[in-house]
């Protein structure tokens, strides 16, 4: 068995653009890996297979796919296919998840970039790491920066990549949604609400204010969110005297503080209301062997 594994991420600032003639949207967002990780084990099979555990309630394990709809297998087949494969090894990949399910975490894409480098290595295929990245282009467009990890400018659909200073250490509160939110219908809602897209900035201003965390919690998507799960502006506002930002498409709410002590009482408040949590921290760390 090989293992690798990948983070989950948050988008510190994320525009959005009009939808482009190939179907996808330009962005500039600010990705940030965070220390919560998804770790996948690779081994040979006679049928592609997905089983999944994890530090998730039970309810999040289950959406997880299990067949070959899975991130997991359509990495691998990527990969196969980019090598020039003739006859694929079909593979089963045990999953371990820290990371929240259709939250807008890139949970899914962890999981796509740690098979791919379990694979080269299961593999024997000796591509390096831009070669990797372009095979996770192909899959998803959070795949790419879950190789890198760290801090990152993520450019047109996300997948062209500029390596950032890395943040002072970040405390993180996450408020996990018992319900998933489909990127598509954010997106579809955005086109809707903004047929005109909503880059106001260039991705020079973005980044000069990133590193004094100016400009953090920026995200076209809030409000395409919202107009399909009005309870989230609540959520943004539970912590009286800061307010929790949507990362990706959502439908998870963060906070983040460099102030550990801070962030234990926003996560102890949230758990008393009953939500769903997860502390953590930024990390400058991508995806791993091992």
């Given at each position: 068995m090989i293992y690798a594994s990948a983070p989950g991420k948050l988008n510190l600032f994320f525009e959005v653009g009009a939808l482009r003639a190939d179907g996808y949207h330009p962005v500039i967002s600010i990705y940030q890996s965070?220390?919560?990780r998804q770790r996948v084990g690779v081994e040979a099979s006679d049928r592609w297979e997905v089983s999944t555990?994890?530090?998730?309630?039970?309810?999040?394990l289950?959406?997880?796919?299990?067949?070959?709809?899975?991130?997991c297998v359509i990495a691998a087949k990527e990969l196969?296919?980019?090598v020039g494969m003739q006859s694929v090894q079909p593979m089963k990949f045990f999953t371990h998840k820290e990371?929240?399910?259709a939250a807008g975490l890139a949970g899914g894409s962890a999981d796509a970039a740690a098979s791919?480098?379990?694979?080269?290595?299961?593999w024997n295929l000796g591509l390096d790491f831009q070669q990797l990245t372009e095979v996770a282009s192909k899959v998803g467009s959070d795949v790419p920066f879950s190789l890198l990890g760290g801090t990152a400018l993520g450019l047109d659909t996300g997948i062209q990549l500029q390596k950032l200073e890395n943040l002072p250490l970040q405390h993180v509160v996450l408020l996990v949604s018992p319900i998933g939110l489909s990127t598509r219908e954010v997106f579809l809602a955005f086109d809707q609400m903004f047929p005109a897209g909503d880059i106001n900035q260039s991705a020079e201003m973005v980044v000069a204010g990133i590193g004094a965390m100016q400009r953090v919690g920026k995200n076209s998507l809030l409000q395409p969110a919202l107009s399909l799960r009005e309870e989230l502006k609540e959520y943004q506002h539970l912590i009286e005297g800061t307010t929790g930002y949507l990362s990706g498409s959502g439908p998870t709410i963060y906070f983040i503080t460099e102030d550990k002590d801070q962030a234990t009482a926003w996560n102890q408040k949230l758990s008393s209301l009953g939500h769903f949590t997860i502390m953590t921290t930024t990390s400058p760390t991508g995806a791993l062997l091992g």
């Open positions: 965070l220390a919560i555990t994890g530090n998730l309630p039970k309810q999040q289950d959406r997880v796919p299990t067949d070959e709809s899975n991130l196969a296919k980019y990371v929240p399910v791919l480098l379990a694979l080269n290595q299961a």
